[in-house]
């Protein structure tokens, strides 16, 4: 803009603003319109001061002495001016930030003086208040001379303090005085006297003995102003200044005085005042205990020299802090407006942080007397036993509270407080009635129960006790309860989990072996989510395998467990057999989602030890998870993308998804002993790489799941160099799959975008070696989803390809390659090597074999084979791993199988003379056989026929061999597409 037009800008701002301010009507009713003309002349200033607008400042100055209506409003928009440059100075360059700063500051004495004259010569109130506020925000920043060597203090406590129009603006001033932080011995008098000056004005104004919750309850709004800048005044002053006035013996009763204040106005009802209090506290608290540490002594019971002055005051204070105690996250049962006990929806984050605070101040106060908190607590609960204080939001405080200090007392102390404090609430959840009080009394005591784990892990029949009770509460169906109940079970589980794996003292067999006999009637009436927390408390139970654990066979409790579970799998599983089309309804397919997210809660909480539970139903679970693809797939060529939508598609996908995700949480999980990487590689891995690269990559777009790239992405980083030889055949897969969405625009599918370029971060981080080895064609597709990432305009997803292509040590990842092998053969795999051929249909899913005790030697190849035509895939066995999973036999092969010297040829017989191998826990053959008789099995079916063993697996589908197989290879062999060599518009 010109620079003329900007000064007509400027004069025509400076005329309205003068025009409105001068007439005290015409502001009045036009408030909002000259408070925005005042934000446009400040923004303007901004701009052009102090370089074309030097005399900006003499200016507001000299037209303020001459009428005080524009005065008035000229100290409006120097507050706002010094709000804009010391507080809100982002939208400004640093440079020029810290020009305005120092040119305010070299000029600021005209403006202090402009304070001064219009604090001696006006008796306007509404000015006087204006000219405070202004002085106020500058007072965060002026000079502490303009201060400390002026009367501005005096003038502030003496003159408008005392004033009841005044009294909420100068208090501000004072604080923000108080709130300076000034070192020297030569300030502890002026603080000293300030603090002397306020006390002995708020003892006429408020006299000590006035009940203030009461009088608040009461009060007009500037008298509640008035209360809560008292409450920031203390908690300023006390914050930078206490240890000035401990300084002097003649102080100590006004800050006993100032305390007692502060805690008066801590028990108003009103929750911002609290917390302004609340911080203090924990502060105080907090230095209170290290003043004890510092002095030497000893802390628990003891009171220091320090703490000595305030003894009067710390009970009420622990008293006022226990009965405000905020909610913990723990508690899932409140208090609505209606006054209803109901289920909370929805985690409050600042009522958790300030239940931190407060918990933290409790337990330096009780660190400095024990005994103290204990008989607070011991006598608050006592008067809701006899009735003299019932009430819901009382109880809650204190049990919240008494949960909070778990840990600051010594052993024999909290055994006697806590069994006290349980006792009491047994008590009087027996003597009360109404499902909602013993809703608040159940969710107290399994709150405060699972806050002390070492007390229960010290005193098994309590803890058995208190099991059984949260057992009782799963059965209740009041809002909330049963959530309870199984959360405090899973923390307590996650805490005594070897209690109930040993034998106890008195006990004729270990708990857990009980529970497993009680589960079905504890869990009958809790809902799938609850039941998850349930199974997962168990999970965590089960995974504890420490040397003191010796009187339980984990893997027949798992199984004990887990058998209403199977049972209901094999439900389905039976329908499904005898009918088909009743295992694509949507009723079985959300049966199925519940089942695997089960299991999903198991294994994520029960680790290697899940693969016992999963050997039962595996083969099963990869056969529904194709045929559901297949389903899936049949729709969508029939009715178009939009069969996605469908309630039955829904169904259906999640329950693959669901399946997806509970062998990702296997794989993560997964270790030794029972899962190691040789089991994965040789029992878990054939089984299910297969298929689910299968069914990922031949889906439909629409129906494609990423969570295949999280579980590839979990392979790769469990098994690491382990996998490399699969990973090219991975990576062909997931391309297939992922790169015909993600090369459309950069919008859409954003999770299956990050999830992709994790899943090359990860196959540069561990299977480097792999990436050395691709053909050249899929190597430069790698190199090109990379950049082609980068270019992308989310920033998370340039990240994770950034990520993806960071260097890798590849220090020991590179394979052995042999001479003879071209880097254009996907196999790969040493040729001279003794082979091991098995026959398997195209479709079916391969089933792992081994001679009795056999080593596959270095470079042994595993080829899986089938009818001229089908596809063939080689596998590099790792040198000398037993192909066995710790604690299982070694894998039988079925009939017809035999040894010949370097190759294992193996002629699959009939299924019913495939017996199970001796000492799997029940179902485990499945793992090797994949299936009983007239199972859902996909590898039974004849070649010529395509009708499935036992007369069931004809029901699920046909293989498909001869051409159909060469095709399908074809097909396969097709699925590399190329990235485009320009981004879309």
Same mark, same amino acid.
């Given at each position: 803009?010109?620079?003329?037009?900007?000064?007509?800008?400027?004069?025509?701002?400076?005329?309205?603003?003068?025009?409105?301010?001068?007439?005290?009507? #015409?502001?009045?009713?036009?408030?909002?319109?000259?408070?925005?003309?005042?934000?446009?002349?400040?923004?303007?200033?901004?701009?052009?001061?102090?370089?074309?607008?030097?005399?900006?400042?003499?200016?507001?100055?000299?037209?303020?002495?001459?009428?005080?209506?524009?005065?008035?409003?000229?100290?409006?928009?120097?507050?706002?001016? =010094?709000?804009?440059?010391?507080?809100?100075?982002?939208?400004?360059?640093?440079?020029?930030?810290?020009?305005?700063?120092?040119?305010?500051?070299?000029?600021?004495?005209?403006?202090?003086?402009?304070?001064?004259?219009?604090?001696? #010569?006006?008796?306007?109130?509404?000015?006087?208040?204006?000219?405070?506020?202004?002085?106020?925000?500058?007072?965060?920043?002026?000079?502490?001379?303009?201060?400390?060597?002026?009367?501005?203090?005096?003038?502030?406590?003496?003159?408008?303090?005392?004033?009841?129009?005044?009294?909420?603006?100068?208090?501000?001033?004072?604080?923000?005085?108080?709130?300076?932080?000034?070192?020297?011995?030569?300030?502890?008098?002026?603080?000293?006297?300030?603090?002397? #000056?306020?006390?002995?004005?708020?003892?006429?104004?408020?006299?000590?003995?006035?009940?203030?919750?009461?009088?608040?309850?009461?009060?007009?709004?500037?008298?509640?102003?008035?209360?809560?800048?008292?409450?920031?005044?203390?908690?300023?002053?006390?914050?930078?200044?206490?240890?000035?006035?401990?300084?002097?013996?003649?102080?100590?009763?006004?800050?006993?005085?100032?305390?007692?204040?502060?805690?008066?106005?801590?028990?108003?009802?009103?929750?911002?005042?609290?917390?302004?209090?609340?911080?203090?506290?924990?502060?105080? #608290?907090?230095?209170?205990?290290? =003043?004890?540490?510092?002095?030497?002594?000893?802390?628990?019971?003891?009171?220091?020299?320090?703490?000595?002055?305030?003894?009067?005051?710390?009970?009420?204070?622990?008293?006022?802090?226990?009965?405000?105690?905020?909610?913990?996250?723990?508690?899932?049962?409140?208090?609505?407006?209606?006054?209803?006990?109901?289920?909370?929806?929805?985690?409050?984050?600042?009522?958790?942080?300030?239940?931190?605070?407060?918990?933290?101040?409790?337990?330096?106060?009780?660190?400095?007397?024990?005994?103290?908190?204990?008989?607070?607590?011991?006598?608050?609960?006592?008067?809701?036993?006899?009735?003299?204080?019932?009430?819901?939001?009382?109880?809650?405080?204190?049990?919240?509270?008494?949960? =909070?200090?778990?840990?600051?007392?010594?052993?024999?102390?909290?055994?006697?407080?806590?069994?006290?404090?349980?006792?009491?609430?047994?008590?009087?959840?027996?003597?009360?009635?109404?499902?909602?009080?013993?809703?608040?009394?159940?969710?107290?005591?399994?709150?405060?129960?699972?806050?002390?784990?070492?007390?229960?892990?010290?005193?098994?029949?309590?803890?058995?006790?208190?099991?059984?009770?949260?057992?009782?509460?799963?059965?209740?169906?009041?809002?909330?309860?049963?959530?309870?109940?199984?959360?405090?079970?899973?923390?307590?589980?996650?805490?005594?989990?070897?209690?109930?794996?040993?034998?106890?003292?008195?006990?004729?067999?270990?708990?857990?072996?009980?529970?497993?006999?009680?589960?079905?009637?504890?869990?009958?009436?809790?809902?799938?989510?609850?039941?998850?927390?349930?199974?997962?408390?168990?999970?965590?139970?089960?995974?504890?395998?420490?040397?003191?654990?010796?009187?339980?066979?984990?893997?027949?409790?798992?199984?004990?467990?887990?058998?209403?579970?199977?049972?209901?799998?094999?439900?389905?599983?039976?329908?499904?057999?005898?009918?088909?089309?009743?295992?694509?309804?949507?009723?079985?397919?959300?049966?199925?989602?519940?089942?695997?997210?089960?299991?999903?809660?198991?294994?994520?909480?029960?680790?290697?030890?899940?693969?016992?539970?999963?050997?039962?139903?595996?083969?099963?679970?990869?056969?529904?998870?194709?045929?559901?693809?297949?389903?899936?797939?049949?729709?969508?060529?029939?009715?178009?993308?939009?069969?996605?939508?469908?309630?039955?598609?829904?169904?259906?996908?999640?329950?693959?998804?669901?399946?997806?995700?509970?062998?990702?949480?296997?794989?993560?999980?997964?270790?030794?002993?029972?899962?190691?990487?040789?089991?994965?590689?040789?029992?878990?891995?054939?089984?299910?790489?297969?298929?689910?690269?299968?069914?990922?990559?031949?889906?439909?777009?629409?129906?494609?799941?990423?969570?295949?790239?999280?579980?590839?992405?979990?392979?790769?980083?469990?098994?690491?160099?382990?996998?490399?030889?699969?990973?090219?055949?991975?990576?062909?897969?997931?391309?297939?799959?992922?790169?015909?969405?993600?090369?459309?625009?950069?919008?859409?599918?954003?999770?299956?975008?990050?999830?992709?370029?994790?899943?090359?971060?990860?196959?540069?981080?561990?299977?480097?070696?792999?990436?050395?080895?691709?053909?050249?064609?899929?190597?430069?597709?790698?190199?090109?989803?990379?950049?082609?990432?980068?270019?992308?305009?989310?920033?998370?997803?340039?990240?994770?390809?950034?990520?993806?292509?960071?260097?890798?040590?590849?220090?020991?990842?590179?394979?052995?390659?042999?001479?003879?092998?071209?880097?254009?053969?996907?196999?790969?795999?040493?040729?001279?090597?003794?082979?091991?051929?098995?026959?398997?249909?195209?479709?079916?899913?391969?089933?792992?074999?081994?001679?009795?005790?056999?080593?596959?030697?270095?470079?042994?190849?595993?080829?899986?084979?089938?009818?001229?035509?089908?596809?063939?895939?080689?596998?590099?066995?790792?040198?000398?791993?037993?192909?066995?999973?710790?604690?299982?036999?070694?894998?039988?092969?079925?009939?017809?199988?035999?040894?010949?010297?370097?190759?294992?040829?193996?002629?699959?017989?009939?299924?019913?003379?495939?017996?199970?191998?001796?000492?799997?826990?029940?179902?485990?053959?499945?793992?090797?056989?994949?299936?009983?008789?007239?199972?859902? =099995?996909?590898?039974?079916?004849?070649?010529?026929?395509?009708?499935?063993?036992?007369?069931?697996?004809?029901?699920?589908?046909?293989?498909?061999?001869?051409?159909?197989?060469?095709?399908?290879?074809?097909?396969?062999?097709?699925?590399?597409?190329?990235?485009?060599?320009?981004?879309?518009?």
């Amino acid at each position: 803009m010109p620079v003329e037009h900007r000064s007509g800008v400027k004069q025509y701002v400076i005329s309205v603003i003068t025009g409105l301010s001068q007439n005290r009507e #015409a502001s009045t009713d036009q408030t909002t319109f000259l408070y925005k003309m005042n934000l446009v002349l400040v923004e303007i200033v901004k701009k052009e001061w102090p370089e074309e607008w030097p005399d900006f400042i003499p200016q507001i100055v000299e037209l303020s002495r001459n009428n005080e209506q524009i005065c008035e409003n000229n100290m409006r928009i120097l507050k706002l001016l =010094s709000e804009e440059v010391f507080l809100f100075g982002a939208d400004q360059t640093s440079t020029k930030n810290r020009v305005l700063k120092e040119t305010f500051k070299d000029q600021f004495a005209q403006v202090f003086e402009l304070c001064n004259f219009i604090m001696a #010569a006006s008796q306007e109130p509404s000015l006087l208040v204006m000219t405070l506020k202004t002085l106020g925000s500058f007072l965060t920043w002026m000079d502490s001379r303009y201060i400390f060597e002026s009367q501005l203090v005096p003038l502030l406590v003496n003159t408008y303090f005392v004033r009841p129009v005044f009294r909420n603006a100068a208090l501000e001033c004072i604080t923000e005085v108080a709130g300076m932080k000034v070192d020297g011995v030569q300030f502890d008098s002026i603080f000293q006297g300030l603090f002397n #000056a306020i006390m002995q004005q708020l003892m006429v104004m408020l006299p000590p003995d006035v009940n203030l919750p009461e009088a608040y309850e009461s009060a007009p709004q500037e008298d509640e102003l008035f209360v809560r800048n008292l409450a920031l005044f203390f908690t300023t002053f006390f914050t930078h200044h206490l240890t000035r006035l401990e300084r002097s013996a003649g102080m100590r009763d006004l800050i006993l005085r100032g305390f007692n204040y502060l805690l008066g106005i801590s028990e108003v009802d009103d929750e911002e005042i609290f917390k302004i209090c609340g911080d203090y506290y924990h502060q105080f #608290a907090q230095s209170l205990y290290h =003043s004890s540490l510092r002095d030497g002594m000893r802390v628990s019971g003891t009171r220091t020299a320090r703490g000595d002055i305030y003894k009067s005051i710390l009970s009420r204070l622990q008293s006022i802090v226990i009965s405000r105690m905020a909610k913990p996250e723990e508690v899932l049962i409140v208090e609505d407006e209606a006054g209803q006990i109901v289920r909370e929806k929805t985690k409050d984050t600042a009522v958790i942080a300030q239940y931190q605070m407060q918990r933290e101040t409790l337990v330096y106060l009780t660190h400095l007397d024990y005994e103290r908190t204990q008989n607070i607590m011991l006598e608050k609960l006592s008067k809701h036993v006899d009735g003299s204080e019932w009430s819901w939001q009382a109880l809650n405080t204190l049990c919240w509270a008494v949960g =909070s200090i778990s840990g600051a007392m010594n052993e024999e102390e909290e055994k006697r407080f806590l069994v006290t404090v349980i006792r009491d609430l047994l008590s009087l959840c027996e003597l009360k009635r109404g499902k909602d009080n013993k809703a608040v009394i159940a969710s107290n005591i399994m709150y405060v129960v699972g806050q002390y784990p070492g007390f229960l892990r010290a005193h098994w029949k309590f803890l058995k006790t208190v099991v059984n009770k949260l057992f009782e509460f799963m059965h209740e169906k009041h809002p909330g309860v049963q959530d309870m109940a199984c959360d405090t079970f899973l923390k307590i589980a996650q805490k005594c989990k070897r209690k109930f794996l040993q034998l106890q003292v008195g006990e004729s067999r270990p708990y857990i072996e009980q529970l497993a006999e009680d589960l079905p009637m504890t869990i009958c009436d809790l809902e799938p989510h609850q039941v998850n927390t349930f199974y997962e408390a168990i999970g965590t139970v089960l995974s504890d395998r420490g040397a003191s654990v010796t009187g339980v066979n984990r893997a027949e409790v798992l199984a004990s467990v887990c058998a209403p579970l199977n049972d209901r799998f094999a439900q389905i599983r039976a329908v499904g057999a005898t009918n088909s089309a009743a295992l694509f309804e949507v009723v079985a397919a959300e049966k199925l989602q519940s089942f695997f997210r089960t299991n999903a809660s198991i294994c994520s909480a029960a680790g290697s030890i899940y693969i016992y539970q999963l050997s039962t139903f595996y083969m099963d679970a990869l056969n529904i998870f194709a045929v559901y693809t297949d389903r899936i797939n049949a729709e969508i060529q029939s009715n178009g993308e939009v069969a996605v939508r469908y309630t039955q598609c829904k169904a259906l996908r999640n329950a693959r998804r669901e399946f997806v995700k509970l062998l990702t949480t296997f794989i993560s999980s997964a270790g030794e002993p029972e899962s190691g990487p040789g089991v994965l590689l040789d029992v878990v891995l054939p089984q299910m790489l297969g298929p689910v690269l299968t069914c990922y990559s031949k889906s439909a777009p629409a129906a494609r799941d990423s969570e295949v790239i999280l579980l590839c992405t979990a392979l790769v980083e469990k098994l690491s160099t382990h996998i490399v030889d699969q990973v090219p055949r991975i990576i062909e897969a997931v391309f297939a799959g992922a790169l015909e969405l993600l090369t459309q625009n950069f919008e859409d599918h954003p999770d299956l975008r990050v999830r992709f370029y994790r899943f090359l971060r990860a196959v540069n981080s561990n299977c480097f070696g792999a990436l050395a080895t691709l053909p050249e064609a899929q190597a430069k597709l790698v190199i090109d989803a990379i950049l082609w990432a980068i270019k992308h305009t989310d920033r998370s997803i340039r990240a994770a390809a950034e990520r993806a292509h960071r260097p890798a040590d590849v220090s020991g990842l590179l394979p052995d390659v042999p001479a003879d092998v071209s880097a254009g053969d996907p196999g790969r795999a040493d040729r001279s090597a003794p082979q091991v051929r098995l026959p398997l249909a195209c479709r079916a899913a391969p089933t792992p074999l081994s001679h009795r005790g056999a080593r596959a030697g270095a470079g042994a190849a595993v080829r899986y084979g089938g009818e001229p035509g089908a596809h063939e895939l080689q596998v590099r066995a790792r040198p000398h791993v037993r192909l066995a999973a710790p604690g299982l036999p070694e894998f039988e092969a079925g009939a017809g199988a035999a040894v010949h010297g370097e190759s294992l040829r193996h002629q699959q017989g009939p299924r019913d003379l495939q017996e199970p191998a001796a000492g799997l826990p029940r179902g485990a053959e499945g793992v090797l056989r994949g299936g009983q008789p007239g199972a859902l =099995s996909r590898g039974d079916q004849s070649p010529e026929t395509g009708e499935g063993g036992g007369g069931a697996a004809a029901a699920i589908g046909s293989a498909r061999t001869g051409k159909a197989g060469r095709e399908t290879g074809r097909r396969r062999r097709s699925l590399r597409p190329q990235l485009p060599e320009r981004m879309p518009k």
